[in-house]
């Protein structure tokens, strides 16, 4: 696609509900960031993806979040058991991996998540 | 590790008037690449402008300037005759290469109100 698309745009969850962020990068992309934007706060590293390498998951906050990348393209963020401290925007950016670091990355519009 | 700081939660500027967002970051590190993001209430996060570390001469993108100052490690933003569409929060972001990829990390963002 031209740009890095992100579904759902808003989701509202329970607290404990299992929760699961989409992001379809730009085609030919091969390097994938998760990132979390709490209520005025900057961009938290989440996760890395960078071909077929193992990812960067240094970011995580605990075992109840998790992400795959299905054939090097699109990413799945699951949130497990959700809690209210999770409500945040998601927020996903992709690179061709050379080009990252003249043009920096192309981030979608995110997923607002809240916990009630 | 690297840490980015953006000392000024707040500002606003009159339109068509000039303003500058500091940013300082703190890092050993002698090549890496600095951005300011732009993301306005549709979430989606914009490229501003990038300086590559070992460049000396200062970036500048039409009303978009930077006041790079490496031995400080200060990375200012210059946007001048302010339009009521630079209204947005701005993230000053450093990044530095890796061999296994690239490491990206953000300020806690500037919110710039464009004033009529």
């Known amino acids: 696609g031209a740009g890095v698309s992100q579904s759902p745009s808003n989701k509202v969850t329970e607290k404990g509900k299992d929760v699961e962020l989409r992001c379809d990068p730009i085609?030919?992309?091969?390097?994938l960031y998760w990132y979390r934007q709490s209520l005025g706060q900057g961009l938290e590293f989440l996760i890395y993806?960078?071909?077929?390498?193992?990812?960067?998951k240094s970011g995580l906050p605990s075992d109840r979040f998790s992400a795959e990348r299905t054939g090097g393209s699109v990413s799945t963020l699951t949130i497990q058991r959700t809690q209210q401290e999770d409500s945040a925007v998601y927020l996903c950016?992709?690179?061709?991996?050379?080009?990252?670091?003249?043009?920096?990355?192309?981030f979608g519009s995110g997923t607002r998540l809240t916990v009630v | 590790a690297q840490t980015v700081t953006q000392s000024q939660p707040e500002m606003s500027v009159q339109e068509a008037e000039t303003v500058t967002l500091s940013c300082t970051y703190d890092?050993?590190?002698?090549?890496?690449?600095l951005f300011w993001y732009k993301q306005p209430p549709s979430r989606q996060m914009i490229l501003v402008i990038r300086?590559?570390?070992?460049?000396?001469q200062n970036a500048t993108e039409n009303r978009f300037s930077v006041n790079f100052q490496k031995a400080a490690k200060s990375f200012s933003l210059k946007i001048s005759d302010s339009q009521l569409g630079d209204t947005a929060m701005y993230f000053c972001?450093?990044?530095?290469?890796?061999?296994?990829?690239?490491?990206?990390?953000f300020g806690t963002g500037t919110s710039l109100t464009v004033i009529p």
């Open positions: 085609s030919g992309h091969t390097a």
């Open positions: 890092t050993s590190e002698s090549n890496y690449y």
């Open positions: 972001a450093f990044m530095k290469h890796l061999s296994t990829g690239n490491q990206f990390y």
């Open positions: 300086q590559e570390a070992y460049k000396q």
């Open positions: 993806f960078q071909g077929n390498s193992a990812p960067d």
């Open positions: 950016a992709s690179s061709l991996a050379s080009q990252g670091a003249f043009y920096g990355y192309t």
